[in-house]
């Protein structure tokens, strides 16, 4: 489980992991942009643009309901696919086979 924190107006889960930061709302990925030739200005948080899907939730009495969200397509996506689990097989290497031309 990740800790929740606010960065700026936005409710973020951040992955223990990773320390990647994800908004909980919209699944927008953040990320605190420097400028390394002006290191005396602070860090400014930027978006890396809708990373994650988000499902809304609903908490009525003693049920908690989950409406998922299948719309569009997000980067995390990837691993749920047939694709990342032949990856994730053959050891986490992922290999491009060319071809073969007729």
Request: aromatic letters at 8%; proline letters at 5%; a negative charge.
């Amino acid at each position: 489980m990740g800790d929740i924190e606010e960065i700026g107006d936005k409710v973020c889960i951040v992955c223990p992991w990773h320390k990647y930061k994800l908004c909980l709302e919209n699944g927008e990925g953040l990320y605190q942009a420097v400028d390394p030739k002006r290191l005396d200005v602070p860090p400014e948080w930027r978006s890396k643009g809708v990373k994650q899907r988000t499902h809304h939730v609903e908490e009525a009495s003693d049920h908690i309901t989950v409406k998922l969200n299948g719309e569009g397509e997000r980067d995390s996506d990837f691993y749920y696919s047939d694709e990342y689990r032949m990856i994730m097989r053959r050891g986490g290497v992922s290999v491009t086979v060319p071809s073969a031309e007729k």
